[in-house]
């Protein structure tokens, strides 16, 4: 059973054994980012200067495509990705809860219900341990040898890069740090209409506003 990109981006971002999300503070930026991309793939979008150009109205059947397709239709303009971004990052909750629930339906991930005090809450490990470790190898492959295995791998690598992921998936400094560069140099040579190219620049600068402004709050709080 296929899985769509920002599906394989949330297998990815959970913590197999554990089930915690281990990018919560930018899960919302890669899932906004993997929807732009399938967007693209399918001809549904361009962008170019940083501007999301809608080129097909008709949905696709999958909700969160159609969702950013119904925003981009209701609009006068075109859209700033970042802006897009934001707009996504704003419905995390609404647009990954579904996700998960697909993948748990799908048997990729299990959900464990879970309970402190009088709070309730789930936990999302893998149920499928070796289709995950094998984007993870995909993806180091990809990375490390330039061998690609599937069409989303580059665009994983991108999105794991530009979420602070990839970090996960190698094993020392010196891997990081050529991790760090060749995902750069994989995002240049993969471009779907300029949309990856503008995307992972898109996620990436949001993530640093986001760190920015963390670091603000927290100086002036102290």
Same mark, same amino acid.
């Given at each position: 059973?296929?899985?769509?990109?920002?599906?394989?981006?949330? #297998? #990815?971002?959970?913590?197999p054994d554990k089930g915690t999300?281990?990018? &919560?503070?930018?899960?919302?930026?890669?899932?906004?980012?993997?929807?732009?991309?399938? #967007?693209?793939?399918?001809?549904?979008?361009?962008?170019?200067?940083?501007?999301?150009?809608?080129?097909?109205?008709?949905?696709?059947?999958?909700?969160?495509?159609?969702?950013?397709?119904?925003?981009?239709?209701?609009?006068?303009?075109?859209?700033?990705?970042?802006?897009?971004?934001?707009?996504?990052?704003?419905?995390t909750s609404m647009i990954k809860? &579904?996700?998960?629930?697909?993948?748990?339906?799908?048997?990729?991930?299990?959900?464990?219900?879970?309970?402190?005090?009088?709070?309730?809450?789930?936990?999302? &490990?893998?149920?499928?341990?070796?289709?995950?470790?094998?984007?993870?190898?995909?993806?180091?492959?990809?990375?490390?040898?330039?061998?690609?295995?599937?069409?989303?791998? &580059?665009?994983?690598a991108g999105l794991t890069g530009?979420?602070?992921?990839?970090?996960?998936?190698?094993?020392?400094?010196?891997?990081?740090?050529?991790?760090?560069?060749?995902?750069?140099?994989?995002?240049?040579?993969?471009?779907?209409?300029?949309?990856?190219?503008?995307?992972?620049?898109?996620?990436?600068?949001?993530?640093?506003?986001?760190?920015?402004?963390?670091?603000?709050?927290?100086?002036?709080?102290?």
């Amino acid at each position: 059973m296929d899985l769509t990109l920002k599906e394989k981006l949330l #297998l #990815l971002a959970y913590h197999p054994d554990k089930g915690t999300n281990l990018i &919560p503070t930018y899960v919302g930026h890669g899932i906004a980012g993997a929807i732009l991309l399938e #967007l693209a793939a399918l001809k549904k979008i361009n962008i170019e200067d940083n501007r999301i150009r809608l080129l097909d109205h008709k949905k696709t059947g999958d909700d969160q495509l159609d969702y950013l397709i119904n925003i981009l239709s209701n609009s006068s303009k075109n859209y700033k990705v970042k802006s897009i971004l934001a707009k996504i990052q704003g419905k995390t909750s609404m647009i990954k809860k &579904p996700l998960l629930e697909g993948l748990v339906k799908k048997r990729y991930l299990k959900r464990e219900e879970k309970r402190f005090l009088i709070f309730r809450y789930n936990r999302y &490990p893998s149920a499928n341990i070796s289709y995950r470790k094998d984007l993870i190898e995909y993806i180091r492959r990809l990375v490390l040898r330039n061998i690609n295995s599937d069409n989303d791998i &580059p665009l994983l690598a991108g999105l794991t890069g530009a979420t602070r992921l990839s970090a996960k998936f190698f094993h020392n400094k010196e891997e990081r740090k050529i991790a760090t560069k060749r995902i750069k140099e994989i995002v240049k040579e993969n471009q779907v209409d300029q949309a990856i190219d503008e995307t992972i620049k898109a996620v990436q600068a949001a993530i640093m506003a986001s760190i920015v402004t963390t670091v603000v709050i927290t100086s002036a709080s102290n």
